[in-house]
């Protein structure tokens, strides 16, 4: 299957700080990225669907300012989480699309805000 | 909105028999149900997915089983293993819904040598 890598895998920060996450599809072009959130033991909670060269498009109850998200180019999105809190912490993961409805996951990033 | 059920939670099988994760959906017009396979840590692998026109797939010991009508689909393994000790989800994907996928809460598989 196609590849999408994610970095970092995890990243400790301070409270106040912000932390950006990438993700990256590899070996194909992504139109379309997925932005999920994942707590312990649950399932994944859609954040965001973001669109190359457009804003992203984000669910209900999930605020744009702090979860910032680009996608610059057909490879490449950003998940910027500002301002982070330690209610913040998290399992946060990405899934690309080429264009029909296969999505692949990257491997996710583990962030813990102290 | 599509709301995807998934049962069991927890699931404990002896190695070698086989293991049966049942989800049901909602949105009739949901035509995309891939299965996913989440390891400790990691994020989820795609193991086998189905489309609306297909009743059965099968890929060695994993099958999928749709059935559109009844708008349930189901995830079978034979012969496990250790190996296959995992969180698995389903999931509903709707051209309704821009292509979304619905996650199902997942199943604990857990395989006993």
């Known amino acids: 299957g196609a590849v999408v890598s994610q970095h970092p895998s995890r990243v400790i920060c301070k409270s106040g700080t912000s932390v950006k996450i990438e993700c990256r599809s590899l070996d194909f072009q992504a139109t379309t990225m997925f932005w999920y959130r994942q707590f312990p033991k649950q399932s994944l909670m859609l954040m965001a669907t973001s669109n190359e060269g457009s804003k992203a498009t984000y669910e209900q109850g999930v605020e744009k300012d702090k979860f910032l998200i680009n996608h610059a180019s057909l490879t490449l999105s950003t998940l910027t989480v500002t301002s982070a809190h330690p209610e913040d912490s998290s399992f946060y993961i990405c899934?690309?699309?080429?264009?029909?409805?296969?999505?692949?996951f990257g491997q996710g990033t583990r962030l813990t805000v102290v | 909105g599509e709301n995807v059920e998934q049962h069991p939670s927890t699931l404990s099988v002896q190695e070698g028999d086989s293991a049966v994760i049942k989800c049901t959906y909602s949105?009739?017009?949901?035509?995309?149900f891939p299965w996913y396979k989440q390891e400790l840590g990691k994020g989820p692998q795609l193991i086998i997915d189905i489309r609306s026109n297909v009743g059965e797939k099968k890929d060695q010991r994993i099958a999928v089983t749709l059935n559109k009508t009844a708008k349930h689909f189901s995830l079978h393994i034979t012969e496990t293993q250790p190996e296959d000790s995992a969180v698995y989800f389903c999931a509903a994907s709707s051209p309704t819904n821009a292509g979304k996928s619905t996650f199902g809460d997942g199943t604990t598989l857990t395989v006993k040598p």
């Open positions: 899934s690309a699309r080429e264009g029909g409805s296969l999505a692949f």
């Open positions: 949105d009739s017009a949901s035509n995309y």
